[in-house]
């Protein structure tokens, strides 16, 4: 699918430490700010129990997972808006990303400097969302300037688009970020073309101590990031980026094991990818046989030709049928042979909205 979250923070929050333990790329993660310059990419396996079970029934030659996409970009500071720091180059990089995941430092360590002298999450989170809403502010006001001509000059197109400006324009002076603004679906479409940073998902990943991990409740800076985001409607994850750098470097068996000795049933990078994957409103159909169990990701809502044609635009072009099991009614059956008998093996045609789980054979003619 091609879709990307942007892992974003203050310098020093434990953005490149995450995404080490993410990719175990190595990226570099020094105690000071800027130790990323360019935007590092890395490729996760997406975690998904399904998967195993599938592999176990039909014993493929290989299993392939799906897979999600993070990029780490540089630490932002106040005034990136107008060039501080590495500035519009950072706020580019964002622009390029479809959700945000917003690393928010919620430990004490004296030996880790912070940028502004002091930990405090909330200050942190409205410094960074500032920097995003004052750029998206800058281009939304260039725009309404443009199309304020247009409209006089009777341009039929340009009162639509005024209006939805005007919309997302009130929440940005009132310092709120774009993806609230309460659009029909032509004015999220008109909106949608500027890709303003604000108008992304918004992650929230809430940074704790390696003595937090197991009970985060009990930090008071992990509360206030959660009533935060919660004004927002928006998700947060907590995760130890040092613990989860650990886990990482462990074969499988070790890792649950750790996981059991910390007291925590998933890691918080298993819940991260879920969050991202989710937040992007993304969702995974198998496909089954004696070559490959493989899992695939689509978009919520796509039709079957359009899901097909995630594996190959031959497929979605020649589209016939989608022969389809719900992967519940397969693992309890625990065959083909047996869903079939039961009735609840299904021919579907073009029409049909592809369901997270599917399992399914495609048929086409090109």
């Known amino acids: 699918m091609g879709l990307t979250a942007g892992i974003v923070g203050l310098p020093n929050v434990g953005k490149s430490t995450l995404f080490n333990a993410i990719t175990q790329a190595g990226v570099e993660a020094a105690n000071y700010p800027f130790a990323t310059i360019d935007p590092n990419v890395g490729v996760v396996e997406v975690p998904d129990a399904r998967l195993r079970k599938l592999t176990e029934l039909v014993n493929p030659k290989k299993t392939i997972p799906t897979a999600f996409e993070f990029t780490d970009i540089a630490g932002i500071v106040k005034g990136a808006s107008k060039g501080e720091g590495l500035g519009n180059k950072f ?13 928010v430092r919620c430990f004490i360590d004296e030996n880790i400097t912070h940028v502004s002298g002091k930990v405090s999450p909330i200050d942190d989170i409205e410094t960074i969302n500032l920097e995003l809403i004052l750029a998206d502010l800058e281009l939304v006001e260039k725009r309404i300037q443009r199309v304020q001509k247009q409209v006089k000059s009777r341009d039929k197109n340009a009162a639509g688009e005024l209006e939805a400006l005007e919309i997302v324009l009130a929440l940005l002076e009132d310092e709120k970020p774009a993806r609230l603004a309460e659009l029909n679906e032509d004015q999220a479409a008109i909106v949608k073309h500027f890709q303003l940073l604000t108008m992304k998902p918004m992650l929230y990943v809430a940074n704790v101590g390696e003595d937090e991990v197991a009970d985060a409740d009990s930090n008071e800076n992990v509360r206030l990031v959660r009533e935060f985001a919660a004004q927002e409607g928006a998700e947060v994850i907590i995760i130890c980026a040092r613990i989860e750098e650990e886990i990482a470097e462990l074969e499988p068996e070790e890792r649950q094991e750790f996981l059991v000795d910390l007291g925590i049933e998933e890691s918080g990078l298993d819940q991260l990818i879920h969050a991202a994957y989710n937040t992007l409103g993304l969702a995974t159909y198998f496909t089954a046989g004696e070559k490959e169990v493989r899992a695939w990701t689509f ?5 079957a030709p359009q899901c097909a044609g995630v594996i190959h635009s031959d497929f979605e072009r020649g589209f016939i049928r989608a022969e389809v099991v719900a992967y519940d009614d397969l693992a309890a059956a625990g065959n083909m042979a047996t869903v079939k008998e039961q009735g609840r093996y299904r021919s579907e045609g073009k029409e049909y909205v592809f369901q997270d789980g599917d399992v399914v054979t495609f048929r086409f003619n090109v």
């Open 299 to 303: 978009k919520k809502g796509m039709k």
């Open 91 to 103: 706020l580019a990089n964002i622009r390029e990303v479809d959700a945000i995941c917003q690393v």
